[in-house]
C-alpha cells in the first residue's frame, strides 16, 4: 500500500495544518501462527525528529511500521499518537484517520496518472482547486513543481521518489511512516536523494520513522537510531551513542566489523591476543566477549606492541583490509588501515590496538 486514503473531516484538518506528533508505541507484542514476532517493545518518536528502526531481517522493523500504519492490529500494547490511544484497549482508530503518511520501498506511483494527480491522490476530500493548490505546494517543496503535467514513465528513479514524498507529505500528515524509502535507487543517486529528503523532513519538521536494515544510512538520516534484534529492541540513542558506546555485542557488531574474542576478567583487566585492557563494573571471573573494531587494528612495519604476520591484503581504494595471524589464536585477526601505510611485498608487522575500539561485555547465552 502505498497511497494515503484521506476521510473528508481528517483530511481538512490534516492538511490544513501541519503539526508534528509524537508517536508512542508502549508494550506492542505481537505474532503470527503462535509465533511471537514483536516481543514488547515501548519506544517513542518525539514530535519533529526522524526515527530510525533498525535491525537486520526479520526483526520486526516492517511490523512496528505496519502497526503505526494501523494496517496491523497488535496483538496487545498500545498504540499513542500525541498521548491520544489510536490501537490498544480503548479502541482502533482506523488508518485513513490517524493523519498518518505513508512511503514504501516501491514508492509505485500510478502510471496512468500525472504526477500532479499522483501527489492530489491523497486529497481527494479536498475541493479540487485547494487540492491542486495543495498539490503544487508539496511538489513545489521537492522541486518538481514544473513536472506536473509529466507521466512517472518520463521521470528518473529519483525523481520518482521525490513525486512519492510529496505524495506522502501532501496530506501534511503528523507522522511520516518510511519503509526502506531509497532501496529501489542505485547507490550513487541514494545518498543524493537521501540528503534531499532529510532536507525536506527538516523544513516540513515532520516527525519521521525510517525503517532501514543498514547502519550507514540511519547514522545519516537519525536524530536517533532504535536497534532491533528477534522483535525487541536492544538499543536506543543518537548515532554517537550507538557507535561509541554500544550496550551489547549485536549493537557494536551492526555498527562497525569486529574482531570478537572470549576472555575472562582476571584483576580488572582482560587478555587477549591483542593485549590487555582494564574493565570496570564487570566482576572479577567473569566470562566477556571483547570486540575490537577493525579500524582499531593500527598495524606498522615496526613499532607495534605485538608481532603479527600478514596472510591476506585486500586493497579497497582508500582503505586496505588485512587479515593477520597473531600469536595466540588460530583465527585471522583482521584490520582496516589506510591503503598506503605498508609497503607493497610487506609480511612482518607489529599491531597496536585503539583502546577506544575496545568494548567488553559480559557474556551470555546466546552471543557464546
Ligand atoms: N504476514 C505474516 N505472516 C507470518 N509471518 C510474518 C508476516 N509478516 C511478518 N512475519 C514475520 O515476522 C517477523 C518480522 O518481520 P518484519 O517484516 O517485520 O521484519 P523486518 O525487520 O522488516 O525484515 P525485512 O528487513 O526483511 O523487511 C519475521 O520473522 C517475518 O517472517
Do not use: W
Not at 511512516?177 to 515532520?206: H, N, V, Y
Not at 562497525?256 to 582494564?278: A, C, H, M, Y
Amino acid at each position: 500500500m502505498n497511497s494515503i486514503a484521506v476521510d473528508s473531516t481528517e483530511a481538512r484538518r490534516t492538511a490544513g495544518v501541519t503539526f508534528a506528533a509524537s508517536l508512542s508505541f508502549q508494550d506492542i507484542r505481537h505474532g503470527y501462527h503462535g509465533k511471537e514476532t514483536i516481543r514488547g517493545v515501548s519506544l517513542t518518536a518525539k514530535a519533529g525528529e526522524v526515527l530510525c528502526l533498525l535491525g537486520p531481517s526479520g526483526s520486526g522493523k516492517t511490523t512496528l511500521l505496519r502497526i503505526a500504519a494501523g494496517i496491523e492490529v497488535q496483538s496487545s500494547g498500545r498504540l499513542l499518537m500525541n498521548e491520544r490511544e489510536v490501537a490498544g484497549s480503548s479502541g482502533f482508530v482506523p488508518p485513513e484517520k490517524r493523519g498518518i503518511g505513508l512511503m514504501f520501498q516501491d514508492f509505485a506511483l500510478f502510471p496512468h496518472m500525472n504526477v500532479l494527480d499522483n501527489v492530489r491522490f491523497g486529497l481527494t476530500a479536498l475541493p479540487p482547486k485547494e487540492a491542486t493548490a495543495e498539490a503544487m505546494i508539496a511538489l513545489e517543496r521537492v522541486g518538481l513543481a514544473h513536472y506536473a503535467e509529466k507521466y512517472p514513465h518520463a521521470l528518473s528513479g529519483g525523481e520518482q521518489q521525490r513525486v512519492a514524498l510529496a505524495r506522502a507529505l501532501a496530506p501534511r500528515p503528523g507522522v511520516l511512516l518510511m519503509d526502506e524509502p531509497f532501496s529501489g535507487l542505485d547507490s550513487r543517486l541514494k545518498d543524493t536523494i537521501r540528503a534531499d529528503t532529510l532536507a525536506i523532513l527538516r523544513e516540513t519538521r515532520a516527525t519521521a520513522v525510517v525503517v532501514t536494515h543498514d547502519a550507514e544510512e540511519a547514522m545519516r538520516m537519525a536524530d536517533r537510531i532504535a536497534l532491533l534484534r528477534d522483535g525487541r529492541l536492544v538499543q536506543v540513542g543518537t548515532s554517537d551513542d550507538l557507535y561509541r558506546r554500544p550496550t551489547d555485542l549485536f549493537t557494536a557488531a551492526f555498527f562497525s566489523e569486529i574482531n570478537e574474542f572470549s576472555s575472562i576478567v582476571r584483576d580488572g583487566q582482560v587478555e587477549t591476543p591483542l593485549g590487555k585492557t582494564r574493565v570496570s563494573g564487570i566482576g572479577e571471573g567473569c566470562p566477556v566477549s571483547v570486540a575490537i573494531r577493525l579500524s582499531g587494528v593500527v598495524v606498522r612495519e615496526e613499532g607495534g606492541e605485538i608481532p603479527a604476520r600478514i596472510l591476506s591484503r585486500r586493497f579497497l581504494g582508500v582503505v586496505e583490509l588485512l587479515e593477520l595471524a597473531v600469536p595466540g589464536t588460530e583465527r585471522p585477526v583482521r584490520s582496516r588501515i589506510r591503503a598506503d601505510v605498508l609497503a607493497p611485498g610487506c609480511k612482518e608487522v607489529t599491531v597496536t590496538v585503539n583502546s577506544q575500539d575496545i568494548f567488553v561485555f559480559v557474556k551470555r547465552a546466546e552471543t557464546s
